[in-house]
């Protein structure tokens, strides 16, 4: 996690908290132990992926509850994020309402406030790529994604790649589209009905 990630995540939860809302941390790192968190990493199935990249986060306001996460890009251009975590936001939202926000700063725009995310079935349209990385390692994910992309991003493209980056399947989000949605905060005023 960046300085930058972290300095965004603390300043959503006091956001939270000052609008009387309780927060949480999701992450398989802070609730493991360290050898069931090498284990973990070592397995690469869309099950273990799942356990492995929840939402940073959860918030509770009365009876409302939201998942979030902190997005933090440093140059322009569009971004890249892992397909799992995406797809099992749209999942809990399709089957649970289970709102997820995410929170992004463009540090290298200081002039263009936060932009924030909800993660529904509209969010498909910020999606322009789907990226797939053909080592061995990802052959199951693959295949996984392979049957199953299309239901979550149907106007998406595919690209094939041998390696870059962690190798994990990844989304573009387009840049240009996300400057059109709203400040993280009014999404989580909206989703957390705090007034």
């Known amino acids: ?33 360290k ?23 959860v918030a509770l306001h009365g009876r409302r509850v939201v998942s ?18 995406i797809i099992a ?13 995410y929170a992004f700063r463009m540090t290298h725009m200081q002039d263009v406030p936060d932009r924030g995310v909800l993660i529904d079935n509209a969010f498909a349209g910020l999606v322009g790529e789907i990226h797939l990385y053909t080592t061995p390692r990802q052959k199951e994910m693959n295949e996984w994604l392979e049957q199953h992309w ?9 690209r094939r790649y041998e390696s870059g980056g962690s190798g994990d399947p990844a ?6 589209k996300l400057l059109n949605h709203p400040h993280w905060t ?8 705090i007034t």
């Open 68 to 85: 979030y996460d902190a997005k933090v890009r440093g140059r322009k251009s569009d971004y890249m994020a892992e397909a799992l975590p």
């Open 171 to 176: 989304i573009v989000i387009y840049f240009d």
């Open 35 to 57: 050898e069931m968190q090498r284990a973990m990493a070592s397995v690469y199935t869309p099950p273990s992926t799942l356990v492995r990249t929840r939402a940073d986060r």
């Open 89 to 101: 936001h749209l999942v809990e939202w399709e089957i649970f309402q289970m709102p997820t926000v």
């Open 150 to 158: 299309r239901a979550f991003f149907p106007s998406a493209s595919v």
């Open 1 to 33: 996690m960046t300085p930058d990630h972290e300095s965004l995540l603390r300043e959503i939860e006091k956001f939270l908290k000052d609008n009387g809302c309780l927060c949480g941390e999701c992450t398989y790192h802070e609730s493991f132990s």
């Open 186 to 193: 009014e999404l989580l005023r909206r989703e957390l009905d």
